[in-house]
């Protein structure tokens, strides 16, 4: 990377000044800057010269910008603007003055639950906004979290990993994203979609509560593949009082079959705010780090030195705090002062005895009343629940027999599975490792095969809908409101259509009914039929069939109109038919003999009536009515001249 001290004063596009460093990475760096025209401190990120002259790169570099940019949530690092200035292609963002999550992580070492959840829930909302439009993240990791003096937290960064794979700069063999973090998927195949974004983030909770990542090895390769074949382990396992929920948390975050973890971030918060309610976990505002780069930034230019790989699995280490010993003011102990009067001390001593019978008889029946409220409430608490087991990859028969065993009651449900035959069991609902009330009902997940679009109906329940495309490991995409006459709310245009066999984790869009609504019908003659029926469909529509109709403007095969006719006021969802001309195009027979002439003009279904001098076949055709060209009607008589 060139791009550094050089560029401090630097304006580029003459309009973003560049003022000092924050941060270094292999593909970019980031700088303090100034938008000279608003007059607004911003942060600049300037990839690395290499890639300015990659039109791969750029193209993809612009289209991840504008998409993020158009992304709306509070915990979204703005993307402003993006452009080129000479070898640099550069993006301008806001700058969030604090500092990343790293930095507090060096500071502070481990964090307890409700600091993880202050964190984890503003950012896993803002990537659930970008998961809903379509878009992963794909490099999700300290670094890339920011948090600001104000108590913010926000993630930034979307999309460049993205960017920089598309690039002809970068080697096909080399895996794009941080080692730590990378999912089994994005490992094998190079492959991410949303639950690799859910995947990374299971890490990362993973190392807020530990203060450290779960694999480690010699080189980032070594430590990209341990995740294909080990499970993470419980954060339990490292640092005592992770409440267990957390254990599961991660657990199905980092499920290595995609199809086990939660299907998107959405999903994941939801989870998260489930948990802290459960735990009544405090508010917690998260501090920015104090001896972060960006403050560093702020008062003086900093020459940044060269990056140097991380050593694999290197963590952050916890602030040991050590406080220093203080004496403790006690009260000097008591007097003993002799009884002055016998008989009263007598009295006394009497009183103390009865005393102590009535407390030794309190204080049993204290014991027994804790001991009955502790039996109650460890029913109510743990003994009447049991950990759901994990039963993938078993038969049918067995798995229900390990859940009944266990203490549930089984039901089926059927699961699309890339890699699970069908018939074999994919998992559970709830997953593995869930704490279920015995005698309530677990789900046991079929694999039905391949992905498919489920087979729903319109007016079918949105949540419903939702749930039925995820089951079938496919990402429902919401595409907004149309008009419908199904009722509002409910599910009123899908996507590829149900049944449609899809790549595991690909896009369902689906739309939402508001209502039926007045809609005019358009004008759609001379458009191709597929031209209106998308028409058509986009105000809430539905094309019922096609009718042929002769007409000897429009060209064959186009719309003359429909049925009702074009500006009538019909209910959205209604039935329109459309009328396509057919008709015969009138070929031209000029110069050749009549008997040539008729036999083309007969063979489409023409009647042919001739004029000439004498009755021969040999004579030439000099005029043609229709002319060449001309729509005709099926059956219709033309007339040719023939001479002599």
Request: aromatic share 4%; net charge negative; with cysteine.
């Amino acid at each position: 990377m060139t791009a550094g001290t050089e560029l401090i004063d630097a304006v580029l596009d003459r309009r973003y000044r560049i003022d000092a460093p924050i941060a270094r990475g292999g593909m970019s760096m980031v700088f303090r800057g100034v938008d000279t025209r608003l007059g607004r401190q911003v942060a600049i990120k300037v990839m690395d010269p290499k890639f300015a002259g990659d039109p791969q790169f750029l193209s993809r570099f612009e289209f991840e910008a504008r998409a993020v940019a158009g992304l709306k949530h509070p915990s979204l690092v703005e993307v402003y603007d993006q452009g080129m200035d000479g070898e640099y292609p550069f993006l301008v963002m806001e700058l969030v003055q604090g500092g990343t999550l790293r930095e507090l992580l060096r500071e502070r070492g481990p964090m307890p639950p409700h600091a993880v959840r202050a964190v984890a829930e503003p950012v896993l909302a803002a990537i659930g906004v970008a998961h809903a439009a379509g878009l992963v993240h794909r490099d999700v990791k300290p670094e890339n979290v920011l948090i600001s003096d104000s108590g913010d937290v926000k993630i930034a960064d979307f999309g460049l990993v993205r960017a920089v794979a598309a690039a002809n700069t970068t080697s096909a063999s080399v895996i794009l994203g941080t080692a730590a973090y990378l999912s089994p998927e994005q490992v094998t195949s190079g492959s991410a979609d949303a639950r690799s974004d859910v995947y990374a983030f299971g890490i990362l909770i993973f190392e807020l509560l530990t203060g450290r990542v779960p694999f480690t090895g010699d080189n980032s390769l070594s430590v990209a593949y341990q995740r294909v074949e080990n499970d993470v382990p419980s954060p339990s396992e490292f640092i005592a009082g992770v409440p267990p929920e957390f254990d599961r948390l991660v657990a199905r975050a980092t499920a290595r079959e995609p199809g086990h973890r939660f299907a998107d971030a959405g999903e994941m918060v939801a989870e998260l705010r489930a948990i802290a309610a459960r735990l009544d976990l405090p508010a917690y505002r998260v501090p920015a780090p104090r001896d972060s780069a960006e403050h560093t930034s702020a008062h003086h230019p900093v020459t940044l030195p060269a990056p140097e790989p991380a050593a694999a699995g290197a963590g952050p280490h916890a602030t040991r705090m050590v406080t220093t010993a203080r004496p403790r003011n006690e009260p000097p102990p008591p007097t003993y002062i002799p009884p002055q009067q016998p008989t009263q001390y007598s009295a006394y001593q009497e009183s103390r005895a009865n005393h102590r019978r009535n407390g030794m008889i309190w204080a049993a029946v204290v014991v027994v009343l804790t001991l009955l409220v502790g039996i109650g409430g460890w029913w109510l608490g743990t003994g009447r629940y049991a950990t759901v087991p994990s039963v993938a990859g078993m038969t049918l028969e067995n798995a229900t027999a390990e859940l009944q065993e266990a203490g549930f009651d089984t039901g089926t449900r059927d699961k699309a599975s890339d890699t699970v035959p069908v018939g074999g069991v994919v998992g559970t609902d709830p997953g593995p490792g869930a704490r279920e009330a015995k005698g309530s009902t677990i789900d046991v997940l079929v694999s039905s095969g391949k992905p498919r679009v489920p087979a729903v109906s319109l007016g079918d329940t949105w949540d419903d809908v939702q749930q039925l495309i995820r089951d079938q490991g496919l990402q429902p995409v919401d595409g907004g409101e149309v008009a419908s006459t199904v009722p509002e709310g409910t599910l009123a245009r899908i996507d590829p259509g149900p049944g449609t066999v899809l790549p595991a984790g690909a896009h369902v869009q689906i739309w939402k009914s508001n209502g039926s609504k007045p809609v005019q019908l358009p004008d759609l003659r001379a458009a191709t039929p597929e031209q209106a029926r998308q028409k058509l469909t986009d105000l809430g529509l539905t094309v019922g069939g096609e009718r042929p109709v002769y007409d000897k403007l429009v060209e064959v095969g186009r719309v003359v109109g429909s049925d009702p006719t074009v500006g009538t006021t019909v209910d959205a969802g209604s039935s329109v038919t459309l009328l396509v001309c057919e008709a015969v195009t009138m070929p031209s027979v000029m110069g050749k003999k009549v008997s040539e002439a008729r036999r083309t003009l007969e063979s489409l279904g023409l009647t042919v009536q001739v004029r000439q001098l004498a009755p021969l076949d040999s004579s030439a055709v000099v005029s043609q009515n229709p002319p060449a060209n001309a729509n005709v009607e099926p059956g219709a008589t033309v007339t040719i001249v023939a001479f002599p």
